[in-house]
């Protein structure tokens, strides 16, 4: 029997990042997308691992089931540290990639290439009844280039270059982010504590 893990996000291109990083291990991924019953958890957390404890203990508490919740975002070193827990609404509501994207460009345009460092952070909550909610944590160092390059992934990939690899998020593969990424690292750690528990 497939296993099944509960992922409370509802941004498509995590969800799509959760089900290839679980396939191997045998697990079904389910996101707030085929649950959409379930509605969305406010964010009013001031942290990364606020937020990310908010969404998981709020949807597991709905569901009575185990749930994974991810909180993430970008810090750029010359923004001192924004968007950050903004991340996702940088440009707006409307949480638009392409304007987020355009909005971080336009403030670093005087910014030299040296002074490009930023890194991506990734909180990952497990929740559930009868346990103690638990936080693993990953990030990825990189550099805003000037502008986007390839079209995987999702977010600010496009901008987001990683020297190790000479390629932008968004020009890897699927197997390549997850060997690198925040999310990989932090579901990383996650790891045994999810084969004990699901
Ligand atoms: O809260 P959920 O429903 O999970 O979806 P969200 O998109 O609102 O997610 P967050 O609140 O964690 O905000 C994270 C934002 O940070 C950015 N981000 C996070 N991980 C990223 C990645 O791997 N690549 C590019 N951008 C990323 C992207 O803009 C996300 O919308
Ligand atoms: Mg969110």
Same mark, same amino acid.
């Given at each position: 029997?497939?296993?099944?893990?509960?992922?409370?996000?509802?941004?498509?291109?995590?969800?799509?990042?959760?089900? $290839?990083?679980?396939?191997?291990?045998?697990?079904?991924?389910?996101?707030?997308?085929?649950?959409?019953?379930?509605?969305?958890?406010?964010?009013?957390?001031?942290?990364?691992?606020?937020?990310?404890?908010?969404?998981?203990?709020?949807?597991?508490?709905?569901? !009575?089931?185990?749930?994974?919740?991810?909180?993430?975002?970008?810090?750029?070193?010359?923004?001192?540290?924004?968007?950050?827990?903004?991340? %996702?609404?940088?440009?707006?509501?409307?949480?638009?990639?392409? %304007?987020?994207?355009?909005?971080?460009?336009?403030?670093?345009?005087?910014?030299?290439?040296?002074?490009?460092?930023?890194?991506?952070?990734?909180?990952?909550?497990? %929740?559930?009844?009868?346990?103690?909610?638990?936080?693993?944590? !990953?990030?990825?160092? !990189?550099?805003?280039?000037?502008?986007?390059?390839?079209?995987?992934?999702?977010?600010?990939?496009?901008?987001?270059?990683?020297?190790?690899?000479?390629?932008?998020?968004?020009?890897?593969?699927?197997?390549?982010?997850?060997?690198?990424? $925040?999310?990989? $690292?932090?579901?990383?750690?996650?790891?045994?504590?999810?084969?004990?528990?699901?």
């Amino acid at each position: 029997m497939t296993k099944r893990v509960i992922i409370a996000t509802k941004n498509r291109g995590k969800a799509k990042e959760f089900q $290839h990083m679980f396939a191997p291990y045998g697990y079904e991924v389910q996101t707030l997308l085929d649950l959409p019953h379930i509605e969305d958890v406010e964010e009013t957390g001031v942290t990364f691992e606020e937020n990310a404890i908010l969404k998981a203990e709020t949807v597991a508490r709905e569901l !009575g089931e185990l749930v994974i919740a991810d909180d993430s975002g970008l810090a750029i070193d010359a923004l001192e540290g924004r968007p950050g827990v903004y991340s %996702a609404r940088y440009a707006g509501e409307e949480k638009s990639d392409e %304007a987020n994207m355009t909005k971080v460009l336009e403030e670093l345009e005087s910014v030299e290439e040296s002074d490009r460092t930023a890194r991506f952070h990734c909180v990952l909550a497990i %929740a559930g009844p009868d346990m103690e909610t638990k936080t693993v944590t !990953g990030s990825c160092e !990189g550099m805003i280039l000037r502008e986007k390059r390839g079209t995987n992934g999702f977010g600010y990939d496009p901008i987001f270059f990683v020297p190790s690899l000479g390629k932008t998020m968004a020009e890897l593969t699927q197997d390549e982010k997850s060997q690198i990424s $925040h999310r990989g $690292h932090a579901l990383e750690k996650l790891g045994n504590m999810i084969s004990d528990l699901v």
